[in-house]
């Protein structure tokens, strides 16, 4: 979608136009093999439904299917894809060593109102050729989705513009993420800090700690990607742009009594939107 070629829209302003990374649009991803490419497709469709099988049970599963693998294969492209087993393990967290690691604030908190708790995470997307990663920022109390981004390489850079995306439209008190390197980054850290909201983080191997965030995935992954097959980054972009329209103005909640994530995030702040606004928060 980006074209070099443009010479009154220059390729950062229209990566901006698109919700992309400059730095995705010059990386040039190896690719992998068509039999690692299958692999993860039914490694991701597997863990949607089993989350807490690691590498040990996943190998066994796809030898099961009849795949040669390895655990050596299988824990490469786990790591590849962002995934590991919900339950606790030692050192497979991937933090960097010189960012600092915030606690986790949540445990027994009562969530009674938006804006009180966001959170965000990263998932991975399948192509027919290849793989993309999606990340979102979600308002805990309304499950609604302020903000989201593709990327093909694992950056902090778009995970900075999701945030800044969504702290245009309002701001948590606290905040809440894993211990992945682009969400323990200065950069992603100093905004939040800046703005005084508090820092929140699950603890290591505790993938339950960011449930509301594992719930939109399932929801992304079962309702949009899986039933769409996505050939295209544009096709991509595009399905999930739509998916999150329907997701925040017309899927009913029955956790919010059969009502939208827009309706329970308005009228808990007592905010529309403006045409702007929304669009903005529609595309990002």
């Not at 992309?20 to 597997?46: A, F, T, V």
């Not at 390895?70 to 960097?96: D, I």
């Not at 191997?205 to 295209?232: A, P």
């Amino acid at each position: 979608m980006v074209d070099p070629a443009q010479r009154q829209i220059t390729i950062s302003r229209q990566c901006d136009l698109l919700g992309m990374s400059r730095s995705s649009w010059y990386y040039r991803p190896k690719g992998e093999s068509d039999l690692n490419l299958n692999l993860m497709r039914l490694i991701d469709k597997q863990y949607m439904l089993i989350p807490f099988y690691g590498r040990p049970k996943m190998t066994v599963w796809l030898r099961r299917l009849g795949f040669k693998v390895n655990h050596k294969r299988v824990e490469r492209l786990m790591s590849l894809m962002g995934l590991y087993a919900a339950q606790p393990r030692a050192n497979t967290s991937r933090k960097h060593p010189e960012h600092k690691v915030y606690p986790y604030l949540l445990r027994g908190v009562k969530i009674d109102r938006p804006n009180q708790v966001w959170s965000t995470d990263i998932t991975y997307i399948r192509l027919a050729r290849g793989f993309l990663y999606l990340v979102a920022i979600l308002d805990w109390y309304s499950r609604f989705v302020l903000a989201w981004r593709l990327s093909n390489t694992l950056d902090t850079h778009f995970c900075v513009e999701a945030l800044e995306a969504a702290l245009s439209i309002s701001q948590p008190e606290i905040f809440n993420t894993d211990q992945g390197a682009q969400f323990t980054s200065l950069r992603f850290t100093g905004i939040l800090e800046d703005r005084n909201i508090r820092i929140s983080m699950d603890g290591r191997g505790r993938v339950f700690d960011n449930i509301f965030v594992e719930r939109l995935w399932r929801s992304v992954k079962y309702e949009e990607v899986y039933l769409k097959d996505y050939q295209t980054p544009a096709e991509a972009y595009h399905g999930l742009a739509s998916y999150f329209e329907f997701y925040n103005t017309e899927r009913l909640h029955q956790a919010l009594n059969y009502g939208t994530p827009q309706e329970a995030y308005q009228s808990g702040t007592g905010k529309r939107y403006s045409e702007n606004a929304e669009h903005h928060l529609i595309s990002a």
